[in-house]
T-cell receptor, first 110, second 114 residues
Framework: GQQLNQSPQSMFIQEGEDVSMNCTSS?????WLWYKQDPGEGPVLLIA?????ELTSNGRLTAQFGITRKDSFLNISASIPSDVGIYFC??????????FGAGTRLTVKP | GAGVSQTPSNKVTEKGKYVELRCDPI?????LYWYRQSLGQGPEFLIY????????DSGLPNDRFFAVRPEGSVSTLKIQRTERGDSAVYLC????????????FGPGTRLTVL
């Protein structure tokens, strides 16, 4: 199935910098999810968003569910080396249709 | 362990062969999902089990792919007559209630078809 449009594809940042990535779709979703995947592992859920306009934080991570229900963004503040990995957005509609973005590969230079 | 486990972690096979990939979900989780993740892409849904039955198999790409969960716990993804394009990481996930927002992923099986 068609995946979501996630950008940027990759990011190279200095430790301590803030990071922003986003996801857009032509379809609306009820739920937006953000995952992190480390090499050789499965994705791990970071943040779940359930309502248009919702802004949710998890430590240094903040994510928002777009008002149009067709987009979401994830911010990471004050990045640290262990933030390295691939971040995926996922949109879910009525618990039936779940689509993932292609991922944002984050590299943090100490 | 308490998480989702998948075996083997790596599988190399030749084109045309048959392969089986196994998933052990978290104990007590009634819902089980299979995804395929190609290089540089996000996971793509294949099939969803609720208990022993396949509640949604709309993501299976063709009839070479089949999955079973005979006792409502362990699941096996079966691929017949493998093709080079089947090479990918196959991820399994489980959830307690069937809500996809609460699924836990296993580490995946990396399948390489030569």
């Amino acid at each position: 199935g068609q995946q979501l449009n996630q950008s940027p594809q990759s990011m190279f940042i200095q430790e301590g910098e803030d990071v922003s990535m986003n996801c857009t779709s032509s379809s609306i979703f009820n739920t937006w999810l953000w995952y992190k995947q480390d090499p050789g592992e499965g994705p791990v859920l970071l943040i779940a968003l359930y309502k248009a306009g919702e802004l949710t934080s998890n430590g240094r991570l903040t994510a928002q569910f777009g008002i149009t229900r067709k987009d979401s963004f994830l911010n990471i503040s004050a990045s640290i080396p262990s933030d390295v990995g691939i971040y995926f957005c996922a949109g879910l509609y009525n618990n039936n249709d779940m689509r993932f973005g292609a991922g944002t590969r984050l590299t943090v230079k100490p | 362990g308490a998480g989702v486990s998948q075996t083997p972690s790596n599988k190399v096979t030749e084109k045309g062969k048959y392969v089986e990939l196994r998933c052990d979900p978290i104990s007590g989780h009634t819902a089980l999902y299979w995804y395929r993740q190609s290089l540089g892409q996000g996971p793509e849904f294949l099939i969803y089990f609720q208990g022993t039955g396949a509640a949604d198999d709309s993501g299976l790409p063709n009839d070479r792919f089949f999955a079973v969960r005979p006792e409502g716990s362990v699941s096996t993804l079966k691929i017949q007559r493998t093709e080079r394009g089947d090479s990918a990481v196959y991820l399994c996930a489980s959830s307690l209630t069937g809500s996809r927002d609460t699924q836990y992923f296993g580490p995946g099986t990396r399948l390489t078809v030569l």
